[in-house]
């Protein structure tokens, strides 16, 4: 067979026929999804490509302490002369990679057991039950607060694995129902009648028609994991030695920045920034939900 017969036995797809097509019209079909992902997208850069981009030597300077926004100084200094618009382009990194990894660990913990106990239930099902029950009455909160008192210096991947772990059982009941009632769908029932295997018929079968709501409880797991882990250094419970959002928060609080109106340009932008990464994850999830969920494309 020629390459021209083959192109022809084998027309390509169009671009709304294709993952990132789907994807690409279901964003631009809801404009608060698209401006979300733009949001998203912007703050990500920001935090990841402006490090790069801005000059890293900030040294501390005992006689520009507390300065008000200046040409040379964008958003002031703070408590150590130190330039704070530089100080906040370094402090988002941390938090996304960390919140981010933390919510994977999570909804993959929970889509691996929520699957296998929807799938096979029975003894299997009562286990992982009866261990989502237990992992639910511990206060998740106090948990982290235990684990990070325990573990000095913990670094920013053991903190991921910490609120991860706490985070999982929640979502865990959602998918186990999904996957209960996905089971009984007529093409379930094709797939075990080709005998295709229990693997494909969960990963290719079920999970792949539950993407949508995977995904914006993913959305929803990251929000929490990064107010979890800005929350423990708003306290002052994590180790300082790297910029993060939350640890110029707990350094504007200590500083007592509410009888001071100089500081606020240094409290305000990182609440700023938690804030609108936040509103952009959310509205970036509809949208996606709206790009990968079959029933809300065809409307």
């Not at 703050?43 to 990841?48: K, P």
């Not at 910490?162 to 059982?169: K, L, Y």
């Not at 993913?218 to 939350?246: C, E, K, R």
């Not at 994850?281 to 990968?292: F, H, N, P, S």
């Amino acid at each position: 067979m020629t390459a021209l017969d083959a192109s022809i036995a084998k027309p390509r797809k169009q671009f709304g026929e294709t993952f990132l097509g789907r994807l690409w019209i279901g964003l631009t079909r809801s404009p608060a999804g698209f401006a979300g992902t733009v949001l998203v997208l912007l703050i990500v850069g920001f935090s990841f490509i402006g490090p790069l981009l801005v000059d890293q030597d900030n040294p501390t300077d005992a006689t520009k302490i507390w300065l008000e926004p200046s040409s040379e100084h964008w958003l002031g200094t703070d408590y150590q002369g130190q330039d704070t618009f530089t100080i906040l382009v370094n402090s988002g990194a941390e938090p996304i990679w960390v919140g981010t990894l933390a919510a994977l660990m999570a909804v993959f913990v929970a889509v691996v057991f929520g699957s296998v106990a929807g799938y096979f239930r029975g003894r299997i099902d009562a286990v992982l039950l009866q261990l989502t029950d237990v992992t639910v009455t511990i206060p998740q909160f106090l948990l982290m607060l235990a684990v990070v008192a325990f573990f000095e210096n913990i670094p920013p991947w053991g903190i991921a694995v910490v609120v991860g772990s706490t985070m999982w059982a929640f979502l865990f009941r959602s998918i186990r129902a999904q996957v209960m009632s996905l089971k009984e769908r007529e093409f379930v029932e094709a797939a075990r009648l080709q005998d295709l295997g229990t693997t494909r018929i969960v990963f290719r079968e079920i999970l792949p028609n539950m993407a949508g709501f995977i995904f914006v409880n993913f959305v929803i797991s990251v929000n929490q994991a990064i107010y979890a882990i800005v929350g423990l250094f708003v306290l002052g419970l994590m180790p300082s030695g790297t910029p993060n959002w939350g640890l110029m928060i707990h350094q504007s609080w200590s500083q007592n920045f509410y009888l001071n109106p100089v500081t606020l340009p240094y409290v305000i932008p990182p609440l700023i920034m938690i804030v609108l990464f936040t509103i952009g994850l959310v509205t970036m999830g509809r949208g996606l939900d709206q790009a990968l969920n079959p029933r809300l494309r065809e409307r």
